[in-house]
Every structure is written in C-alpha cells, then in structure tokens.
C-alpha cells in the first residue's frame, strides 16, 4: 500500500528531517508513528500525501511513484487519502455538516449523495447533533472528531492523523483512537502520529519510531 | 452546472465579505472604464459628424478648350468605375453659361461681351460618405489631374481635414489615457483577488488537501475579477449617460459650441457595451494574473 525507498528529506539550509527511511505499510494496517518533537513525523506523514517532496528515494502509494505524480494530477492522490490535522484545519465559519461534506462537494457528489453521507459519518463520530453548528461554537474535542469525519467521507484508502489527541485528556484521546479503531476495521489503512506514550501502550498495534529522522524502531503490536 | 453555479455563488460571497475594498475596486474601475468611454464617445459624434459633412464633398474638373466628346465620355466612364465616387455629372460650356444667367442675372450684360461661352466645360463629382476615405479621394484627384484633359480641379476638403485632426487628436489623448487608466485598473484588480486569496488562503489549502482541482478553487476568483469588471463597465456606462445628459445642463457654454458635433441626447449602445465589455475582460485578466502568481498548484 505505502512503501519508503530510501527516503531523505533535507529542508532548505537545515539538517535533513529524514534520513535513509525505508518502510512498508500493508493494506488495512493500523500504526502508530512515534517519536519525540522534531523527530520528523510530520515530514514522513506529509510525504505521503505529496505537501513535502523527498530530497532524495523513491515513495510509492498503491503502487504508483508519487513523486513522478504531475501538479495537475496531484488531486487524485489525495482523493485516496484522508488527513486529521493536528491544529485540524477546519473552516471556522461554516457549520460542521458544511466541513464534513467538502470531500464530496470538491468532487461533484449529488446533494442527496452527500446528505446521507455526511449523517452517516457524523453517526459515526457521534456528532449527528451538531449537525448545524458552526465549527467556532463547539468543542476541541468536537472539532477533533469533525477533522476525522471529513477525513474519512470520502471514503479513502489511507487516513492519516497527525497528533490527533494532541490537544485532548486522556479520556478524550482514548475516545479519538477508538474511533480510529471502528474505521481502521472498515479496511482503511491508518497511520497515526503521536508521541502519547500511553495511549500507545493501550492499543497494542504496530509501532514506528522515528529518532532525528532516522528510524529507529518497527515493531508489531505489543507494548512499549 | 452545478460547478459553474457553486462557482459563481463563492464569488458573490467573497465579494460581499469583503465590501469596502471590493466596492472601492468597482468605483476606481468604473472611473477608470469613464475616461476613455468618454474619449470613445467624443471620437464617436466627431466621426458621424465627419461622415455628414462628407457627404458634400464634391470636386469639380474643369476641362480644357477644344477637347473632344470622346475624351470626355472615356474620362466620366473613368470616374465613375471609382468605389469612392457617388455621383458624377457633366457641365457643357454652354450649361455653364446657362446656369450663371440664372443665378446671376444681374450680370448677363458682361456675357454680352463674347461671343462664345466664356465658361469652361466641368465634371463635377461628389464622394461617398466615408471620410476615412478623405486620403484616397486627394490621391484619386492627383490622379485625374494629370490626365491632359483636365485644366484644373476644385476642391474644398479644409473643414472636413480639420475636423478629421481634431478627431485624430482626441482618440490618440483617448487612447493615451486609456492605457494608463487600464493599467491602474488591472493592478488594483490584481491586488483585490490577493487580498482575497490571503483571506482565504486556509481554506484554499484545505481544499487541496481534501483533493479539490485547481480548476475548482481558482474558478471563483476568475469569477470574482469578471463581476467586478462587469459591474465596473456597468456603472462607467451609466456614468457616461449621466455626464451626457448633465453636460448640457451645467456647462452650458461649452455646450452651446460643441452641440453642433456632438450629439448629448443618446449614448450609442455600442459605446456601452464596449465598456462593459472592456471591464469584464480586465477583471477576467487581472484575476488570472493574480492566480498564477499567489495560487501555488505545486506540493510544498
């Protein structure tokens, strides 16, 4: 499904953020990407879905060579990849049945089409009752689980979350992965950044760690 | 369809989240699109003008003693096969006689005096209404002038040259301040969907990120550029009509010189439509610019 070849990133006139990166990631995997600040998870996810290119190796995403993927073209890759984003980037000043729904809007979905869906995935989350709500009015937690619900509309074959609990409790993160959970089991493959050591240490799934952009561990679902 | 009409909606919307700046564009294209509408109009009356005088003008050839009516009727065949020539006719020596006595009756006794007709024999000519033409009907004469049959030609064509300098004049200072109002407005566009686009720079960005084409993010702020240039063409237009029909109001001593070339009761719907017209391609250029230099389509 994803699969690093001796992957480099070097930012402009700055140590590289990654180093030597080469991994494989399986249809339906669910892993955690840890590692401590500035380790270079972000880069890694960020590589996947094409907002950062390798200085140097090769990546392939279902198999095609996404760093050969043109501009133009760039926007069916990321039709097959739904991102959570750490600070969320959602839109503030829409409602969050207008947010959840982008994905299918930038596709040309039928309004019918995009209605049941958006109620269906807020189901999903739980958030069918802030349906009309604008995204400002309601909670970090919420807005964390509208961040998934936009992510995971469209149906994609990869979800990627960058510290998605980053700014939640404890009980609130264990919510969001067991959210996570219920649409890993739905075949999409998740790749979830953070550096909540706990959290990790409760869901037992496979674990890659990065050090200074190296990788320095690759483990398969037990403890750390 | 739907694209097109989401497009359109996201442009209104932007232009009335930001209405201050967004209305003050379309007041500096309206004026911008004015200078020259008024220019295009003033050029406009000064050609219908011409083209009405024009319709006089007319040269008379007068033909030397002795020539025969053979030459004669080569040469009126030879005029009249001319795209610029609306209506020759020939004048006789005697003719012209004629048409001295009834005009000037009071002179007959000097005619007394010969006894032959002391008028020369003349083509007269008069031109089509194009006063475009007015170069090629001066070179037309030269050429027939030199035929051996001709003495000398007639030929009143000041009025109609000064008007045509004057006309010159005012679409080269049209044209001049044209492009410097245009130029303005182009950049004031540009900078209007940059404010724009920095407004919604987030939202451009997760766009993308959810698998938006450029097409679909860049389509509004096309849109943007061409409402407001419409809008700006809509309201120069309007502008126009109402300088036209105050002009006379206020400067009435300006207007009681000029009424006689320029028509202040319509405004030519070809004039309008050409500044409406402009305005929309300038917004529609302008946002474009403006997307190709702050719209990044690349990763990064």
Sequence with gaps: MIQFFHVYKQYFRSNEALSDINLSVERGEFIFLTGASGAGKSTLLKLIYKEEEPSKGQILIDSINSTLIPPGKLYKLRRQIGIVFQDFKLMMNRTVHENVAIPLLVRGDKKAAVEKKVNSTLALVGLSHRKRYLTSHISGGEQQRVAIARAVIGNPKILIADEPTGNLDTELSIEIIRILEKINARGITMIIATHDMNLINLFPKRIIKLDKGQLVLDKASEAV | ?300
């Design chain 2, 1 to 300: 369809m739907k694209f097109m009409a989401r497009a359109v909606q996201q442009a209104l919307n932007n232009i009335l989240r930001n209405k201050t700046v967004n209305f003050l564009c379309l007041g500096i294209i309206a004026f911008t699109l004015l200078v020259p509408g008024i220019f295009n109009y003033i050029s406009f009356n000064l050609d219908s003008y011409i083209s009405k005088l024009s319709e006089n003008i007319e040269a008379i050839f007068y033909l030397r003693e002795g020539d025969n009516s053979a030459d004669i009727e080569k040469m009126l065949q030879r005029i009249q096969g001319n795209l610029l020539v609306k209506e020759v006719g020939f004048t006789s020596k005697d003719r012209a006689q004629m048409k001295f006595t009834q005009e000037f009756p009071e002179l007959q006794y000097i005619l007394a005096e010969f006894s032959d007709s002391p008028f020369p024999a003349s083509i007269n000519v008069k031109f089509r209404t194009d006063a475009r033409n007015v170069v090629q009907i001066e070179s037309f004469i030269r050429d027939i002038e030199k035929s051996s049959i001709i003495e000398s030609v007639q030929l009143n064509l000041d009025w109609a040259r000064k008007i045509a300098m004057i006309k010159k004049f005012a679409s080269f200072a049209g044209f001049f301040l044209s492009a410097i109002l245009l130029i303005v407005s182009i950049f004031i566009i540009f900078n209007v969907v940059k404010i724009n686009i920095f407004y919604r720079r987030d939202e451009i960005n997760i766009l993308r990120l959810v698998g938006a084409t450029d097409w679909y993010i860049k389509t509004p702020f096309l849109l943007e550029g061409l409402i407001l240039g419409f809008l700006g063409g809509l309201l120069a237009g309007g502008l126009l009509l109402v300088t036209i029909r105050v002009f006379p109001v206020y400067a009435k001593f300006i207007f009681n010189i000029v009424k006689q070339l320029i028509d202040f009761r319509q405004l030519p719907l070809r004039i309008f439509w050409e500044m409406v017209i402009t305005g929309s391609a300038i917004g529609l250029f302008s946002s474009f610019i403006s997307l190709r230099r702050f719209i990044k389509t690349t990763p990064g």
